[in-house]
Nanobody, 123 residues
Framework: QLQLVESGGGLVQAGGSLRLSCVASGRMFNRVAMGWFRQAPGKEREFVATIDWVGNTNYPDSVKGRFTISRDNSVNTVWLQMNNLKPEDTAVYYC?????????????????WGQGTQVTVSS
């Protein structure tokens, strides 16, 4: 399994931007699918963005047009650029990895997880 470390969270006003990073340690990063998920207090972990091993991306309607996932296999890193943030985006954000390279929106299908990074959006 990959070891994942997220960073880049923080406190931002509504309408602002943040860029989250997830660095993976381990081999074969270029073959894994990566996903960003978030979990607010009292809620289940939910899908935010995924990118498969060839670079295809997917987003839920709640973030489409505001969030962008990208990856650079040369530095084992995936990013989540978040623009026009809203208070409802407040959550702990986690990155996950799937070793088979296929990106799914269900968090339970991801075997590796980071520790999470807090994003708080004030109104």
């Amino acid at each position: 399994q990959l070891q994942l470390v997220e960073s880049g969270g923080g406190l931002v006003q509504a309408g602002g931007s943040l860029r989250l990073s997830c660095v993976a340690s381990g081999r074969m990063f270029n073959r894994v699918a990566m996903g960003w998920f978030r979990q607010a207090p009292g809620k289940e972990r939910e899908f935010v963005a995924t990118i498969d091993w060839v670079g295809n991306t997917n987003y839920p309607d709640s973030v489409k047009g505001r969030f962008t996932i990208s990856r650079d296999n040369s530095v084992n890193t995936v990013w989540l650029q978040m623009n026009n943030l809203k208070p409802e985006d407040t959550a702990v954000y986690y990155c996950g990895a799937r070793s088979d390279g296929r990106a799914f929106s269900l968090p339970s299908t991801y075997a590796s997880w980071g520790q999470g990074t807090q994003v708080t959006v004030s109104s």
